[in-house]
């Protein structure tokens, strides 16, 4: 059993389920409340995440530089899913699932909702804009190397992958059943499920097909350090569940 623990939580790539599942192994006390969800309240905490030092559990759409300031030596984790499919799955989240009436739609800080529900997937997938480029370009690259809400670039491909060859544990949304096998030989048994949780429709999930090939090309080049992670993630989750007789 882990005595603490810092889950960076990747939008969209089953994160919710995942977080249902880490909450059990910490009383309510321990846990942290959320710090930060979107770029507008990263922009307002400024680096100053002081007053949430002492936790147990840290655990939301946070990045490196919050487990730098308040949860450093703390086992960190994370989720992992196929870079395009995890974009296509925020842009139906965002037009389906996000209900927020006009006049929060007008304001920047829901700039990205507001053109998913305008755009075509197409459209939203190619376009420039920073409010949505901030969440179809590198995220969990950005995320795991300093903040998924900026778009600076604070770290290298190569301290993203030290970090994730450190952690204990992590899950890969295309294989649960891996990831949950190498969560209970972690965790001691104490997970021995993730809940499906936050979802979208199988309706909504009809459109992934619906992404042209150009699009699907611009989303592949502006995500080649996320797709190098998450391969990197796969291989050291196969290596984990794979009895060592079967590997020799």
């Known amino acids: 059993m882990v005595d603490r623990l810092f889950f960076l939580h990747n939008p969209k790539a089953g994160g919710t389920s995942v977080m249902s599942a880490l909450r059990k192994l910490f009383d309510y006390q321990h846990q942290c409340p ?16 002081g007053a949430y030092r ?16 308040i949860g450093a030596g703390a086992p960190c984790v994370t989720n992992f899913r ?15 699932s996000v209900d927020l009436d006009a ?9 990205a909702v507001r053109l998913a529900k ?44 030290a970090l994730i060859d450190t952690m204990p544990w992590f899950f890969v949304c295309e294989t649960p059943q891996a990831s949950m096998l190498w969560a209970r030989r972690v965790f001691g048994g104490a997970i021995d499920t993730v809940p499906r949780l936050n979802e979208t429709g199988a309706t909504a999930q ?9 699009a699907r090309t611009v ?8 797709q190098t992670l998450y391969q990197h993630a796969v291989g050291l989750l196969f290596r984990a569940t794979t009895p060592i007789a079967r590997r020799a």
Not at 120 to 129: G, K, R
Not at 136 to 150: E, K, N, Y
Not at 206 to 214: C, E, I, K, Q
């Open 54 to 69: 002492g936790y147990r559990f840290y655990g939301g759409h946070y990045g490196r530089d919050i487990y730098r300031a």
């Open 206 to 214: 009809a459109a992934a097909a619906d992404l042209g090939s150009r």
């Open 34 to 49: 959320r710090i930060e969800d979107d770029a507008f309240e990263h922009a307002i905490h400024r680096g100053r995440y």
């Open 82 to 96: 196929q870079p395009v499919e995890r974009i296509l799955s925020l842009y139906r989240y965002f037009r389906h």
């Open 118 to 161: 305008t755009l075509s997937l197409d459209d939203f997938a190619t376009c420039d804009e920073p409010a949505i480029t901030l969440h179809t370009a590198d995220h969990h690259f950005r995320q795991l190397t300093g903040s998924g809400w900026s778009p600076t670039v604070e770290g290298s491909l190569t301290d993203a992958i």
């Open 219 to 226: 989303l592949e080049e502006r995500n080649q350090r996320d």
């Open 103 to 111: 006049a929060q739609l007008a304001t920047p800080r829901y700039a």
